[in-house]
């Protein structure tokens, strides 16, 4: 169907008419009148596109795009960048920012945001120093590198890594560990802009040490190994360890960079879950460069953590890269404030809340599921059956690919069997409540619900 064919384009409002009625209806009050506008002007293109190309609903109507057009203006009023209580069951949640931080991290980003910090200032001489020296000396202390520098995030201290030790030479990777993560980002890609050449060795699912060994040519710059973080191969597989790898970097001159990805500074597998390798262990196993985020297993902000050789630390710092991919001063406050909690892993644990949720106990995490059914019958009545049931929970944002960890959840079936439109209207609480729908109900899982939110998921349902 074409422009002119569908007959209903012609009763299309035109932006300033919408925005006249919602004013009348009194919708705009309080809200700048650019961000309305622009909401509505979505709504309108929106449905202009669906009448041309045919996909509006059979019961379209202006009305419709009034209705539309309230519900869009109302949340283009205020920011949407607010809490939000997890309650999906995922820990490292990309879509909800990945990693909340500790205590002792808010609290340093507030401390970084009240006013002037002393950023790149050296305070025993006044003199210019680096932003690098609020972190450097705890990524070395933690994990046994060198040297340490941190970046925007992963990607970028990959993609640093690269250009600073291997743009215009050769870079042997297998192809059992040629990854896309989160969309965007693909080895090959990120290789090419870096201005390295990827050699590819290996099949899919195995990969030998006289691989890596026959590709070698005086034009080789780096063996790179990149870390699975979000899926896992079973079966009739085999990968060469960092170990050897290094190994044989070393007998023929050539650096090892490790893409870990994840990046756990603690051994996961002293609370129950598989293993998934430590930075130490890379950084021990003679690794020039280990890269890791910030945000996933670590537990901090966004950020991307190099650590190694002080030699080849050294060239990231220096390489023009460094400064467009650089960390900002909140960010470094918190990844400051959590690399600390790691001087004693204990307080880790304790402390930084994805690793809380990883080792949160089952029987507790039971215990707090009951309490929540009983509060959410007596607050629901009778428009919602709250039941407590057992539930798995997924660590997520691309590490250990598969662990499954046994949790507890309240199922909501709303009696008006719209889980849906409760689910919406959770988003739109502050704080905002995300949860899963499964069953015809809510699913509310108790393992990325901190306790000391358990009370807003009570008040987000009366
Ligand atoms: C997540 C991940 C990245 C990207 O890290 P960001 O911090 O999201 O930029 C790169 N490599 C691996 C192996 C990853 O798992």
């Not at 879509?95 to 340093?108: D, I």
């Not at 050789?309 to 990231?316: G, I, K, L, Q, Y």
């Not at 467009?324 to 960010?331: G, K, N, P, Q, S």
């Not at 079936?413 to 988003?427: I, S, T, V």
């Amino acid at each position: 169907m074409t422009a002119s064919q569908d007959p209903r384009l012609r009763q299309l409002p035109s932006v300033e008419r919408v925005l006249q009625q919602l004013e009348a209806g009194g919708h705009l009050n309080g809200i700048p009148r650019p961000l309305a506008a622009r909401a509505v002007r979505q709504v309108v293109e929106g449905a202009r596109r669906r009448l041309i190309d045919g996909t509006a609903p059979a019961e379209w109507s202006p009305a419709l795009v009034i209705e539309e057009s309230t519900r869009a203006v109302a949340w283009s009023g205020h920011s949407r960048l607010t809490r939000a209580v997890n309650a999906t069951g995922i820990i490292i949640h990309t879509n909800l920012g990945r990693a909340p931080l500790s205590q002792a991290a808010q609290e340093a980003v507030r401390a970084a945001l009240a006013g002037y910090t002393l950023l790149e200032i050296d305070p025993e001489t006044g003199d210019r120093g680096s932003r690098q020296t609020h972190v450097e000396g705890l990524l070395e202390i933690t994990t046994g590198g060198e040297a340490g520098f941190a970046v925007n995030n992963n990607a970028a201290a990959v993609l640093l890594g690269l250009a600073a030790l291997a743009t215009g030479r050769e870079v042997i990777v297998s192809r059992g560990e040629l990854v896309e993560i989160g969309g965007a980002f693909r080895m090959p890609d990120v290789m090419a802009q870096s201005g390295a050449r990827l050699v590819e060795v290996g099949t899919t699912n195995k990969t030998y040490r006289h691989d890596y060994e026959r590709a070698i040519t005086p034009n080789t710059a780096m063996l790179l190994k990149v870390h699975r973080s979000n899926f896992s191969m079973t079966g009739f597989v085999h990968e060469v360890e960092v170990r050897d790898l290094v190994g044989l970097g070393a007998a023929r001159g050539i650096p090892v960079m490790y893409d870990l990805g994840s990046g756990a500074l603690v051994d996961v597998r002293t609370r129950g879950l598989p293993a998934e390798p430590t930075v130490q262990e890379a950084v021990a196993a003679g690794c020039a460069l280990v890269t890791f985020s910030g945000d996933k297993l670590l537990g901090g902000p966004q950020a991307g953590i190099i650590v190694g050789r002080a030699e080849a630390v050294d060239r990231c710092r220096r390489h023009p890269l460094a400064r467009a991919v650089r960390i900002d001063r909140l960010d470094l406050a918190a990844l400051a404030a959590t690399l600390r909690h790691y001087l004693t892993p204990d307080e880790a644990w304790a402390e930084v809340p994805v690793l809380r949720m990883l080792a949160a106990d089952a029987h507790e995490l039971t215990d707090r599921a009951l309490w929540l059914t009983h509060q959410l019958r007596n607050v629901l009545e009778d428009r919602a059956v709250a039941t407590c049931i057992s539930a798995d929970a997924q660590v997520g944002g691309g590490a250990l690919p598969g662990a499954v960890l046994p949790s507890a959840a309240v199922l909501v079936q709303p009696g008006d069997g719209a889980p849906e439109a409760w689910a919406a209207r959770l988003r739109e609480r502050r704080p905002a409540v995300i949860v899963r729908i499964q069953d015809g109900g809510l699913l509310l899982n108790l393992r990325t619900i901190l306790p000391d939110e358990l009370d807003a998921v009570v008040d987000a349902f009366r």
